[in-house]
Structure formats: structure tokens, C-alpha cells
């Protein structure tokens, strides 16, 4: 990128001193200002210019070894065309720096600010080049400085010939010529190079053998390790955006002239954690502030700042009027092992149970809450916990009618043990999410019959039950199971009415509000489900309640550092108040509210929050899901319930109608869910969807060298895909192409 064009532009000044180079300015400006400025009119995006930059390299990689250099235009920190500083516009390239360091007066700092700057963005900065200097002295420093606390070389070269105009062009290229042949022979350029080359060749020998390497030394999470090779390992050398830069693996298929890197769409969301992308420099400099500032400081009896303004923010956002605590743990897990504590404290204290009572949860089938062994209990037999040495279910688990879209209609399954069983079909998601019309039909009935009798039968057996445990509307580590949002509705409408009565010791009364919790404590499990992953900042928000006891995390950081927080009620917090310190809730971690964190989160819903408020899902919303010249809620009379995901409404349909592979699909927020029929049976241990994950891991050449691919990942017979919320529109279209590709073979 070059500005003002003038006679000694760049191209000219390469082709004047240098032979058999190949060059080319990819963008020129004839203005000698910022790009952002000399653009007007005229801007180049973001993905134009990496895209220009991939090509041109991939070009003359083609032709055959050699060296690449991008000189980019100004400082690190001057933006690019579009606005965006060139730090963040080239980080997608994660190319190795040479930073020229600054000779001059203040250079000093300039030098290390930008080293720094690159550093807490991903960069390599491989070597430092600078012009000698005594009278500053900067090389002396700089490279004491830069060689002792991060090991970069710094090479100095003598300053270039002074121009002088008296002798005339013709002499002042003949002197600049000479000092280019001299001062390229020396040996502190050779070094420089023999360092960039070995770095290269350390940087690929160390991708290459990661995969080994981590076999032998790595036990990874959900994996059977004695069916895992080597070769299924994806060594991951770095991140941005939507995308990991994958290593690709040697083959046969693959020509040895392919990228050793491709872009691998993150179709997990890094297990359903992303929610700004991969290297996002602000949550990276959110992190980087609280880091310096605090470090790690002890949170018990004490407070700081970021803490305080998270809980504040959280609070505030939500607007429940039942949640005004905000407890701090590490993980979704964890945060819900609090909240079953908190849930069975509160109803053991106002029942009059004894410690040792057993109590149950109530909750439904298909429902996980974590891996520790307390929320474990929580669910129902299955084949996460089944062969675990502790496990002791404790509780009852209801069936549920879940929703899909099934040959191009969208249906509410109901099983045969709710009302014999039947499937009611609808034109329109938002008409299933509309619960006060589907109430004033009666849809909730059958559901209120079968709660209500099952919840008698067991409570006369003399069952006790401490809480009600759900995940709003969608069951994750379940199967990714789509459930109808009038059941749980009316299920926590029945829990807290007086038609039932969960303890004989039971008050004569309660608060007539809408703080105290009623029947059981009901919480919500939004670990997966909250802060926007399924286009709203709650997952509650669907069935139109407030839970007295409710959990977030995964995205509440962005996706880049564990945090989890569980809000819970007056009523809950005052369970625990007692002159007795044994009475207290005592749990905790020994980083609890980590300051990095609880920055690092304030920074994330600051950033939804406001892209919500901007409109930044309007293109997904207008994509065939939002009444305004389309058609998901065309004809419909009313308000009706917003409804919308990135995963465009005619995908989800056009998939449903591969019936011969899928049994149903269903799209909200950011999420896909492909239900494929299952010879083996549905549930975690079926390979059903394997066939479509590995053919989305080939990419569109349906090769293995291709330049992208999808990483997925499958819940049994279930494959779904997951962009974070800043996919854009282009890649849900890249993606889109892909699958359809993928079933039409």
C-alpha cells in the first residue's frame, strides 16, 4: 500500500536498485495522508486487501522458493483504508515482523511501544532493524533490552548517504547503489536472514510434529484416546476471526506446492465459547490492563473495580426483578454446582428438612449441566456419567416435546406419554414462540395433564424435590435438542402455583411479590443458551419468566477466559444468613472473580450490548426470519415474537428436506442443528453424523490441501454448526454452499 504518487514511488525506487525482484503495489493512493483519508470515495475493505495479499504470495510461492516481504504503509498502529489500524487489519496473516525501530529522539519508546503492541495481538516479531546512532545511543539500549527480556535480535545498519543535490541525480543513485551492494553483504544482514530462515524452519518442524508430540503427552477431553491416531489430531498454529490457521496434513492428495496453513471455520465456537472471534484486540487489551493492574488479587472480604462493574452490569442488563446477587466461579460447571447448593439450601431452610434428607431435583430428560460430580447427579443416566464411579442420579426427569423443521415445516413433537403422542405443525418459528396465543388455543393442556400427574404420583410416593433445573429452550450437551418453550413455561408455572405441595411442613404464606421464590427455586442453566448465543441477552427472555436462580457463562468473556457467574435472589441470598459461619455458603476457588476476567467480560457485553443496540444482526433478521419483505412472519396478525438466526431461514428448510439423511433441522441465533437419521440409534454414541462432519472437514474441493475447511463437531447423531456473533453474512454464504454441497453428493 503506497501513498502519494510521485516519481520515486516504491515500484520505481525497487526496480532502480534491485534485479530479478518481483514487486507490486497492491493499492495506491495520490494523497500523502493517512489511507483512511486518502481513501474516500474509494475505500478497499478489510478482507479485499488480505485477499490481494494471499494471492499475490500464493503466486509467487508457486513459482518457487524464496523470500516475501509486505511492506505496510506507516506505523503499526495506522489505519488501514477501511479505518482499521494496520495491526489488527494483518493479524488474520499472522506473517513474522521485522520492525524497523526508530533512531531518533523518543525512539526509545516508540520502539518498545510498538513491540508491544504486536506482541499482545499474536505477532512474532522476529528481529528488529534500526540505523545506527551515537548520538541517541537507541541501538545500544534497544538491544540489551530486546535480547535480555524476549530474545529478538536487533540488527543496526549505518545510516544511509546523505542526498546531495549539487552533484545531481545521476550521482546521488549512484551512491545510494553502492551503499545497497555494501551494506547487503555485511554480516549483520546475512545473520539477519540466516536467523528469519531458521525461524521458519523452526516455526513448520514444530507444527508438523505437534500432532505426535501430543499424543504422547496430551489426555484430551471427550476422547476415546485408544481410537485416536496421531493424524486426527489438528494442530492449530494460530486464530482469528470465525477461523483457526490449521496445519494441513500430509497425503498423498496434497502437492507439496500447497499452503502448509489453510483457514479453518471454527464451527464449535470453540465449544460454544466465541462470541467477538478469535483475537479480538479489545478483550486482548481488556485482559492485558487488568493484568497489569491487579495481577490476581484475593477476592474474599475484599472488592475491585472490575468485579464491582461487572456484577453492576449484569444486574442492570438483566433487568429481573428477582435476581440481585451475583456469585463468582471458574466455569459453567462449577457455577451450576453453586446453584444447585444455593437452590437445595433455600428449600432444606424454609421446609424444614433435615441436612440429611435426601432431595431430588426436578428437571427434564436429555438435560446436562456439567462435568463435576454434584451437577453430574443432576442428570439422568446417560453416557457421561453412567461410568462414573460416584454418580448417584438424583431426581426426576420429565419428558419434553422439542421442535424441528421436518420436510420444510416446522413441528412440535410431542411423545406418547404427553397426550398419546402427536406432532403439531406450524407455518412460522415465531408462531411455536408465541406462548401467550398458543396458551389461549389450549396447546398447554396436554403439558399441564402430564406434569401434573407426574409430579403427584412421585411427591405421594414421598419424594422430596429442592429444585427445578432447566436450560431455556435449548438442551445442549443433550443432543442439541430444540425444546417447545410452552412446556418449560408451563412447567414453571405449575412448580410455582399452590396446586401442588412439595413438603408437608410447608408456610401457611408467602410474599405477595414477584421476589419470592414459590414451590421450588427454579434455575436456569444458560451457560450455553445466554448472552446472546441465541439472539437475545437471555435465553429466559423465550418463555416470558424470571428464575430466582440463573447461570452464565461461555460467552460472557467473548471466548477468551473462563469466567462463570450465578445470580440468584434476595430470598435465595437470605437463605444463608445465619450467627452461625458453618451456615454460610462456602464455596469458592482460589481465583474467584479474577480481575482479568471480570475486565474482560465488562468488555464483551459492552461490545453486545451495543451490537444490539446498532442493529448488527439486522442482515440475519432480514434473512428470511423477520416480517419485512419476507416470509417466516408474512401474514402473521399481531406482534410476534422476534425469532432469527445468522443461518439463513431457506437453509434450514432446504436441509429438512433431504429426507432421506435428515430427520430435522432447526436454526436460532447463532446455532445450526442437523439431526440426521440414526441405523445405530440417536444419542452421543452414534456415528450418524460423522460422514457429514469429515466431508464439511474436507472443504469445497473436497480434497485435503483445499485452501478451507469447516471444524465441526457431532453430539451423536447430530451435527450443528456455530458462528460467533460477528459471522458475517459472507461466510453463513460460504458455509451454506458447503453443506448443500455436502448432502447433494
Not at 102 to 125: C, H, P
Not at 246 to 254: A, D, I, N, Q, R
Not at 520 to 539: C, I, K, Q, S, W
Request: aromatic residues 10%; hydrophobic residues 40%; glycine residues 8%.
Amino acid at each position: 500500500m503506497e501513498l502519494a504518487l510521485t516519481q520515486n514511488t516504491i515500484d520505481s525506487h525497487i526496480r532502480r536498485f534491485t534485479k530479478d525482484v518481483a514487486h507490486r503495489t497492491l493499492y495506491q493512493y495520490s494523497q500523502a495522508v493517512s489511507p483512511h483519508i486518502a481513501a474516500k470515495g474509494n475505500v478497499v475493505s478489510n478482507e479485499r486487501i488480505l485477499r490481494s495479499v494471499y494471492e499475490f504470495a500464493s503466486e509467487r510461492a508457486s513459482a518457487g522458493p524464496g523470500w516475501l516481504f509486505i511492506e505496510t504503509a506507516g506505523g503499526i498502529h495506522s489505519p488501514g483504508p477501511s479505518g482499521t489500524t494496520q495491526a489488527d487489519l494483518y493479524a488474520a496473516l499472522r506473517c513474522p515482523v521485522i520492525l524497523v525501530g526508530d533512531w531518533k529522539l523518543g525512539g526509545i519508546s516508540s520502539t518498545i511501544s510498538a513491540f508491544e503492541s504486536l506482541r499482545i495481538r499474536g505477532y512474532d516479531v522476529e528481529s528488529i532493524v534500526m540505523f545506527e546512532d551515537a548520538h541517541y545511543g537507541n541501538s545500544e539500549y534497544l538491544k540489551d533490552y530486546f535480547e535480555q527480556r524476549h530474545g529478538v535480535i536487533v540488527t543496526t545498519l549505518p545510516m544511509p548517504p546523505s542526498r546531495n543535490r549539487a552533484h545531481g541525480k545521476h550521482e546521488d543513485r549512484k551512491s545510494m547503489l553502492r551503499y545497497y551492494l555494501e551494506k547487503s553483504r555485511t554480516e549483520a544482514v546475512r545473520d539477519t536472514l540466516i536467523h528469519l530462515s531458521n525461524q521458519h524452519d523452526n516455526r513448520v518442524r514444530a507444527l508438523e510434529n505437534m500432532p505426535t508430540e501430543a499424543h504422547r503427552k496430551i489426555w484430551y477431553p471427550f476422547t476415546q484416546q485408544k481410537l485416536l491416531q496421531s493424524s486426527d489430531i489438528i494442530a492449530i498454529d494460530s486464530a482469528n476471526g470465525n477461523y483457526f490457521q490449521t496445519l494441513v496434513p500430509k497425503s498423498p492428495e496434497v502437492s507439496s506446492n500447497n499452503s502448509l496453513l489453510r483457514s479453518s471455520f471454527d464451527g464449535s465456537a470453540s465449544w460454544w465459547t466465541q462470541g467477538l472471534g478469535h483475537g479480538n484486540s479489545s478483550l486482548t487489551l481488556a485482559a492485558a490492563y487488568a493484568a497489569g493492574r491487579y495481577g490476581h488479587v484475593m477476592f474474599a472480604g475484599a472488592i475491585h473495580e472490575p468485579a464491582l462493574k461487572l456484577a453492576t452490569l449484569i444486574l442492570d442488563s438483566f433487568q429481573s426483578p428477582r435476581l440481585s446477587r451475583v456469585f463468582f466461579s471458574d466455569n459453567g460447571s462449577t457455577g451450576m454446582e453453586v446453584a444447585v447448593k444455593m437452590a437445595l439450601r433455600a428449600a432444606r431452610v424454609r421446609y424444614g428438612w433435615s441436612p440429611d434428607m435426601k432431595i431430588d431435583i426436578l428437571g427434564l430428560k436429555g438435560s446436562y449441566h456439567g462435568d463435576t460430580i454434584g451437577t453430574m447427579d443432576c442428570a439422568e443416566p446417560n453416557t457421561y456419567n453412567e461410568k462414573v464411579e460416584w454418580y448417584e442420579g438424583r431426581g426426576l426427569w420429565l419428558d419434553h416435546p422439542q421442535i424441528q423443521c421436518v420436510a420444510g415445516e416446522w413441528q412440535v413433537q410431542v411423545p406418547r406419554v404427553i397426550g398419546s403422542g402427536y406432532k403439531r405443525s406450524f407455518s412460522h418459528l415465531s408462531e411455536i414462540f408465541d406462548l401467550k396465543r398458543r396458551m389461549a388455543w389450549g396447546d398447554h393442556k396436554p403439558y399441564e395433564t402430564y406434569i401434573l400427574s407426574t409430579l403427584r404420583k412421585h411427591l405421594e410416593e414421598g419424594h422430596k424435590f429442592g429444585a427445578l433445573i432447566l436450560e431455556p429452550v435449548v438442551l445442549g450437551a443433550g443432543g442439541m435438542v430444540l425444546v417447545d418453550p410452552l412446556f418449560q413455561h408451563t412447567l414453571v408455572q405449575i412448580v410455582r402455583q399452590d396446586t401442588l405441595s412439595f413438603s408437608s411442613h410447608e408456610p401457611a404464606s408467602f410474599p405477595d411479590d414477584n421476589k419470592t421464590w414459590r414451590g421450588l427455586p427454579v434455575v436456569f442453566d444458560e451457560v450455553f443458551t445466554g448472552v446472546y448465543r441465541l439472539g437475545r441477552l437471555t435465553a429466559a427472555s423465550f418463555l416470558g419468566l424470571h428464575p430466582d436462580i440463573s447461570v452464565h457463562a461461555k460467552l460472557l468473556t467473548g471466548g477468551l477466559i473462563p469466567l462463570c457467574i450465578t445470580l440468584a435472589s434476595e430470598c435465595i441470598f437470605d437463605a444463608f444468613a445465619s450467627e452461625e459461619k458453618s451456615d454460610a455458603l462456602l464455596h469458592g476457588h482460589s481465583y474467584t472473580a479474577h480481575a482479568v476476567g471480570c475486565q474482560v467480560a465488562v468488555e464483551s457485553l459492552t461490545q453486545l450490548r451495543l451490537m444490539e443496540k446498532t442493529g448488527d444482526w439486522n442482515w440475519a433478521k432480514s434473512n428470511g426470519w423477520i416480517r419485512g419483505g419476507n416470509e417466516e412472519q408474512a401474514g402473521l396478525e399481531g406482534s410476534q415474537p422476534e425469532v432469527w438466526s445468522i443461518w439463513p431461514l431457506s437453509l434450514v428448510k432446504w436441509i429438512s428436506l433431504q429426507s432421506n439423511s435428515v430427520a430435522g433441522a432447526w436454526a436460532l441465533g447463532s446455532v445450526l442443528a442437523i439431526h440426521l437419521h440414526a441405523a445405530d440409534g440417536s444419542g452421543y454414541t452414534s456415528t450418524a453424523a460423522e460422514g457429514l462432519r469429515k466431508r464439511l472437514l474436507m472443504g469445497p474441493n473436497d480434497r485435503q490441501g483445499g485452501s478451507w475447511n469447516v471444524h465441526s463437531r457431532v453430539l451423536g447423531n447430530v451435527l450443528y454448526i456455530m458462528g460467533n456473533q460477528r459471522t458475517t453474512a459472507f461466510e453463513v454464504g460460504e458455509i451454506s454452499e458447503l453443506l448443500c454441497t455436502a448432502f447433494k453428493e
